[in-house]
């Protein structure tokens, strides 16, 4: 009895930690959605009030009548922002399921190496390469154009490494067995390897769907046009140099965060199974 007891302590003592750093962190998020419901004396007001006292929803109408006088319509934005998030996601996902499957199951020459330098990958930050980046894509002539999003966002180590990892536990006997029965190698990356690999995509997905929605960087770097803009560089052009737009700057900073919330809300449960699968636990 004493040791269930003690046991018990230690169970509810992780649980207060865990409900208090997950309480931590979700304070900048709710700050977030409160502050787009405020008016703008309480935005304004020193120091900040967290809660607010007087909900309003001026800042979704201001943001609207915003949008509408933009030289841009705003489904363009839209449009740019949903065409490259879903197209880096599909690419990534596909190619790096791919790549994963020979790194994960087949002996090769160079394997050991090629693993290593997707690893060094995994410790350079994209903004390092940012200037390299750029000077390659002027001069294949894809500034300005939705590849200079994409592409260079598939080539993704992280995305290599995760699926790699999920891949590397499936048991060898599954492809010994398809193979017996005349599978080829793309039957049983298609029937046996991709099926079982849905946890993973999910998880993927829910991380490259951040990274590609939030990318900031990218279209000002890239795209010289305000046609090929993302929405949330022009959501952050809304308050420039005028106060009086704050507050439908904390309202598009809501509706921009809220297609995030979302998805990790719908495919989080997923997260947990692939860390358990994929070797990545503890």
């Known amino acids: 009895m004493p040791m269930v ?15 208090f750093w997950a309480s931590w962190s979700l304070l900048p998020i709710i700050y977030m959605v409160v502050t787009a419901f405020k008016p703008l004396n309480e935005i304004l007001t020193y120091p900040p009030r967290f809660w607010v ?24 934005y839209i449009f740019n922002s949903v065409f490259v ?28 190496l090629f693993f290593f330098i997707i690893i060094c990958g995994l410790m350079i930050s994209p903004h390092v390469t940012l200037i390299p980046r ?72 829910i991380f490259l769907f951040i990274w590609s929605w939030n990318d900031f960087t990218s279209p000002i770097v890239f795209m010289e046009s305000d046609q090929m803009m993302t929405l949330p560089v022009a959501m952050s052009r809304i308050a420039y140099f005028s106060i009086d737009r704050l507050q439908a700057a904390s309202a598009a900073a809501f509706l921009t965060i809220l297609p995030v919330i979302l998805v990790f809300i719908l495919l989080q449960r997923y997260v947990i199974e692939t860390m358990v699968y994929s070797g990545l636990k503890g």
């Open 5 to 19: 007891a003690k046991k018990t302590r230690y169970t509810y003592l992780l649980y207060a930690i865990l409900i």
């Open 53 to 76: 006292e007087k909900p309003t929803l001026d800042g979704f109408r201001q943001l609207g009548e915003v949008l509408e006088n933009s030289s841009t319509p705003v489904t363009r």
């Open 85 to 112: 998030t879903f197209t880096t996601v599909v690419f990534t996902i596909f190619f790096a399921t791919l790549a994963a499957y020979p790194l994960a199951k087949h002996r090769f020459w160079g394997k050991e």
């Open 134 to 205: 750029y000077m390659v894509l002027r001069n294949i002539g894809w500034l300005n154009t939705y590849r200079a999003l994409i592409l260079p966002a598939v080539a993704s180590a992280y995305s290599l490494f995760l699926m790699k990892q999920f891949v590397e536990p499936i048991p060898d006997e599954l492809i010994e067995s398809a193979k017996m029965d005349g599978a080829s190698e793309f039957r049983v990356l298609w029937h046996v390897i991709m099926p079982l690999c849905r946890p993973a995509w999910c998880t993927l997905a």
